[in-house]
């Protein structure tokens, strides 16, 4: 009931938008806050699909579709003419799931525990893909770097970013597939374990496959208005804009992500959170970024995957570090999560200050 009430957020917003005229900070908070609402209900009907193909694909899907908001958010903002904050937003969800999604579920499902454990090898394949993730982001940063060593010019250095940010975005996408093999067929059973457990509310296939088409539609309209609204937001707050695309703008896409870590952590099912939490990452890096480089071709406004800050290198480096290192024991704490809270809280502050406002 609660959510359903909570829905009523989006024709709130449509009314804010159309008929009030009101503030743009007022637009960009109530839509932020739908498109997060709209991710739950995507993500929960989601699940209800997935229970009946089997606890493997339902793994595979519920992260699929959970990135489902981010991605349709990213679009309407390269279609605004913001392809940099695009990119501050893939980082700010990467961090936001590794670190904070991954931390809030730490502190509180270890809270009233001594310690909480997960699966070594699961983690540890989770954390090996993600390093291989970043590799990939990493290098059209590094090509750029040193086409401008050899002093090419301007306008080859962009046609080759663009060529080599196509390139790269189709082995991703290959290596997703691939993923998609290895977690469906060749090592079912040892993923399909970390989510067995039976659902006795299930909604049925056609109202799970109407809540999800309708919440999709739903979350299009809310992203466009989000994304008009966005500058004007910022400049309200005196914030800057690649900031509201690293924090806020990336917590409003990863939001359902964050709810289901924290939940299931605080029924003592790590295994889950980590495959949430890491496998949410992967999914920015496989999926969501390849996908937004394509699309963005196809409309006419390209997007590459030359990260121009060192910042953002930096974080997205780190991240994958970190979820290596958390995956190394098995086992976590409220202190580590407190401590990976306190790591995207700088990163937060680094990123506020190192952008110019626009």
């Known amino acids: 009931m609660t ?16 008929g009030l005229h009101a503030p743009a900070l007022v637009i960009f908070a109530v839509g932020g806050v739908a498109v997060a609402i709209l991710a739950e209900w995507m993500r929960r009907a989601t699940e209800h699909i997935a229970s009946r193909a089997g606890s493997a694909i339902g793994g595979l899907l519920t992260v699929s579709f959970g990135s489902a908001a981010e991605l349709i958010l990213a679009l309407f903002v390269i279609a605004s003419g913001h392809g940099e904050i695009v990119r ?11 670190l904070l999604g991954l931390g809030l579920a730490a502190l509180i499902g270890g809270w009233a525990r001594e310690q909480q454990t ?8 989770l954390s090996t893909l993600f390093l291989l993730v970043v590799v990939a982001l990493l290098l059209p940063a590094v090509f750029d770097h040193a086409d401008l060593a050899r002093g090419a010019g301007r306008a080859v250095r962009l046609a080759g970013e663009q060529a080599l940010s196509i390139g790269v975005s189709i082995v991703l996408l290959l290596l997703y597939a691939g993923n998609l093999v290895f977690t469906l067929v060749t090592h079912r059973d040892v993923f399909a374990s970390a989510r067995d457990e039976p659902r006795t509310d299930s909604w049925g296939l056609p109202r799970s496959i109407a809540v999800l088409i309708a919440a999709t539609a739903a979350v299009a309209f809310c992203a466009e208005t ?19 695309g690293v924090i806020p703008l990336a917590l409003v896409g990863t939001a359902a992500d964050l709810f289901a870590a924290v939940s299931f952590a605080r029924k003592d099912r790590m295994d889950l959170v980590m495959s949430i939490c890491v496998g949410s990452s992967i999914q920015v890096g496989l999926v969501v970024a390849p996908l937004l480089v394509l699309i963005s071709w196809a409309m006419g406004t ?18 994958a570090f970190v979820a290596r290192s958390i995956a190394a024991d098995g086992e976590t704490n409220w202190f580590e999560g407190l401590l990976l809270i306190g790591v995207y809280a700088l990163f937060a502050l680094s990123f506020f200050f190192i952008a110019p406002v626009l």
């Open 302 to 319: 390209p997007l590459s995957l030359v990260f121009t800050s060192l910042l953002d290198l930096f974080a997205i480096a780190a991240a």
């Open 118 to 125: 997960f699966s070594r090898d699961k983690a540890g394949l």
């Open 226 to 244: 989000v994304s008009g609204v966005l500058q004007d937001a910022a400049g309200t707050l005196g914030l800057p804009l690649l900031f509201v």
């Open 3 to 18: 959510m359903i009430l909570l829905t009523l957020i989006v024709p709130l917003l449509a009314l804010l938008r159309y």
């Open 88 to 98: 501050a937003q893939i980082t700010g969800s990467i961090i936001g799931t590794s």
